[in-house]
């Protein structure tokens, strides 16, 4: 079953303009964290944010933030102010286990976002 | 230097080969993984080691099989490797709170 669901499989956006990127997913868990990635065009993967589920705040990192919608069970990236290098694949990630460990991260299929100059 | 190292970047093996990914970090993780990628797909989580000698099956493990010496160190290795396993192949390591990832080997079996 599909755990992590990103329905947008692209995205444009313009120079300057926020940019929103949707993610859903299921669990029974209670506690769970929630990860952004972005994937570069050579295929590094870049940490942009995390949100745990314990956390009923919007996490912000720079320009980055997220919208957790947790009786939705979906959390949306939301990037400001986008900027062409800001273009690559991004990736929501699930991470069910608490305690001391991160345990299995279940990706997503990706968001490819192209912001236009 | 927070880092996971993966070798080699790029593999090239014939069908029915032997294959080993090798992947190393130095921040004495104790959870490492192998991902692989594929297009359209994300990253499909193939086995997942929580120490030494304490690894258990991902989602797709068929074909696959790890190895965890030092805590340092996992190995991903494909036994007589199949032309459906060409993929790009992730080792990772996490904190609690976040999951530091290799560049990724291209494997090519043909």
């Known amino acids: 079953a599909q755990r992590v669901t990103q329905v947008q499989p692209t995205g444009s956006s313009q120079w300057g303009e926020e940019v929103t990127l949707d993610c859903s997913y299921e669990?029974?868990?209670?506690?769970?964290?929630i990860f952004w990635y972005r994937q570069l065009f050579s295929g590094e993967m870049v940490f942009l944010i995390y949100?745990?589920?314990?956390?009923?705040q919007n996490q912000r990192s720079g320009r980055y933030s997220v919208v957790f919608q947790k009786s939705f069970k979906s959390i949306s990236l939301v990037i400001s102010a986008s900027q062409p290098e800001d273009s690559g694949t991004y990736f929501c990630?699930?991470?069910?286990?608490?305690?001391?460990?991160?345990?299995?991260?279940?990706f997503g299929a990706g968001t490819q976002l192209i912001v236009i100059p | 230097d927070m880092k996971v190292t993966q070798m080699p970047r790029y593999l090239i093996k014939r069908m029915g080969e032997n294959v080993l990914l090798e992947c190393g970090q130095d921040?004495?993780?104790?959870?490492m993984y192998w991902y692989r990628q594929d297009p359209g797909l994300g990253l499909q989580l193939i086995y997942i080691?929580?120490?030494?000698?304490?690894?258990s099956e991902g989602d797709i493990p068929k074909g696959y099989r790890v190895s965890r010496k030092k805590r340092e160190h996992f190995s991903l290795i494909l036994d007589s490797a199949k032309t459906n396993q060409t993929s790009v192949y992730f080792c990772?390591?996490?904190?609690?709170?976040?999951?530091?990832f290799g560049k990724g080997t291209r494997l090519t079996v043909v």
């Open positions: 080691s929580y120490d030494v000698d304490s690894n």
């Open positions: 669990t029974s868990e209670y506690f769970y964290r």
């Open positions: 990630a699930l991470s069910e286990r608490g305690g001391s460990a991160l345990g299995r991260l279940h």
């Open positions: 990772a390591s996490s904190s609690l709170t976040e999951v530091f």
């Open positions: 949100q745990p589920s314990f956390d009923t």
């Open positions: 921040m004495s993780h104790e959870t």
